[in-house]
């Protein structure tokens, strides 16, 4: 069981972090909350105490005994601070310790993330932005906050990212500390990422499809990452399962020949272009344009409807061989196979065969991955060993970032990570 500190700003956008400690507490961590007083105007103290189990104190003073800024600071392997105003973030920045928050922030050892949110103005202010580069030159984790409706009839970058994103990227700091060095470096800044999830359909009449089990859970993992890790990202979304985070821009797509024709407008600009889409493999002939109708009485039971199938545009091959220099590209192959040594044989082939620089092969036997939050892939590079990657899908797009940006020329004025503490 990890333990947990979220630190909560006085704004309206504490209540989203009720929602947060649920989140924190089904999946099993401990969670201390550290409330300003601010945030008590907001959300009361009863709340949080009922909600996370434990005593809820603002001040070093609530517990003097306990020295209880030292002992979260210690006990914590993870501090989330969620929302994070602008005077938070300012104080935070300046490494104050006048109140119990920012006295534990300074004290932990552990990962930090914080999520600003304020009204668009305070978050582009020339001194909200030093202070963000200055937590994040110190190994710091900012998550930018997404653009919406803000308070009154405002809208802009300065909402608080929705409570299961956050739950997520705290799932991955927890699991693996050592990637704060590129999320808080935003070692793609820079970088143009477009980034295709789900599954495709092609339809067979107005009402009826050919489909795939594919959510969508692995790309919008990835998208969201990239953006976390400093990237312009472009979603290309095809039929997602899972909801798509607030951070980014998304150009939806419903056929194969629809998503060719989107991924083909922007891989010109793109320096990476990651295929995590499920894209059909054949398509109708012809589309019914009524509704087809089965055969009506007993004697019908059985009755078959012959389809014509015709093979769709292989995407990634194009986009492959119509590649500008230095881009990298990315395949995805999912695959059934009976044993690991086939799977693999079955990945090199087709990493040959597309001329993409990675491809991430999952074995799908049995319904193995789609649509689950846990994986087993390999990133098959094409020269080296594949490098496997098993457990939350968050994880895996971190590894396989950490692949693409390897292999991507250094660019002007990209930071370097900041080692993990």
């Known amino acids: 069981m990890s333990t ?6 006085g704004g309206i956008a504490a209540y989203k972090a009720c929602y947060l400690v649920r989140r924190l507490a089904e999946a099993g961590h ?12 907001f959300v009361g103290r009863p709340t949080w105490e009922a909600l996370s189990g434990h005593p809820v104190h603002t001040t070093v003073f609530d517990d003097v005994p306990g020295v209880e800024h030292v002992r979260l600071g210690e006990q914590a392997d993870l501090v989330i601070v ?17 109140d119990l928050l920012t006295a534990t922030v300074l004290a932990t050892r552990a990962p930090v993330l914080v999520a600003p949110a304020m009204h668009t103005a305070m978050w582009q202010n020339p001194a909200t932005r030093d202070n963000v580069a200055t937590l994040r030159r110190r190994g710091v984790v900012v998550k930018d906050p997404a653009d919406g409706r803000l308070t009154g009839p405002d809208s802009g970058p300065g909402r608080l990212p929705e409570p299961d994103e956050l739950a997520e990227l705290a799932a991955l700091l927890l699991a693996d500390p050592g990637v704060v060095g590129s999320l808080a ?15 495709t359909r092609e339809a067979l ?5 050919l489909g795939n089990s594919s959510s969508g859970r692995m790309g919008t993992a990835l998208a969201m990452l990239a953006v976390t890790r400093g990237a312009e990202v472009t979603l290309v979304s095809a039929h997602l399962e899972v909801p798509v985070p607030s951070c980014l821009h998304q150009i939806p797509v419903s056929s194969t020949e629809d998503l060719s024709e989107v991924m ?27 509704k087809i109708k089965k055969h009506e009485g007993s004697d019908a039971v059985g009755a078959g409807t012959r389809i014509d199938l015709v093979q769709t545009p292989d995407v990634l091959a194009a986009l492959a061989a119509s590649r500008r220099p230095g ?7 999912a695959e059934t196979a009976p044993d690991r040594a086939e799977l ?18 999952n074995d799908v036997s049995a319904g193995k991955v789609f649509g689950k939050v846990d994986t087993d892939v390999t990133v098959v590079r094409q020269q080296g060993p594949g490098r496997r990657v098993q457990g939350p899908k968050m994880m895996a797009a971190q590894a396989i970032l950490d692949e693409v940006r390897s292999l991507l020329a250094p660019a002007s004025g990209t930071p370097e990570p900041v080692p993990a503490s």
Request: glycine fraction near 8%.
């Open 185 to 199: 470096a935003q070692d793609l800044t820079g970088r143009r990422v477009v980034i295709s999830a789900g599954g």
């Open 205 to 209: 009449d107005p009402v009826r499809y």
């Open 4 to 9: 947990v500190v979220l630190g909560v700003g």
């Open 30 to 41: 401990r969670v201390h909350v550290i409330p300003t007083e601010a945030a008590l105007q």
């Open 82 to 98: 969620a929302p994070a105003t602008a005077d938070l973030v300012s104080r935070i920045a300046a490494g104050a310790a006048d």
């Open 327 to 333: 881009q990298v590209i990315v395949g995805f192959a």
């Open 264 to 290: 083909g407008t922007l891989a010109p600009s793109a320096d990476v272009i990651v295929m995590a889409v499920a894209a059909a493999d054949f398509a109708p002939v012809s589309s019914a344009q009524v």
């Open 344 to 361: 693999l044989e079955l990945a090199a082939a087709k990493l040959r065969r597309k001329a993409c620089d990675l491809l991430v092969v």
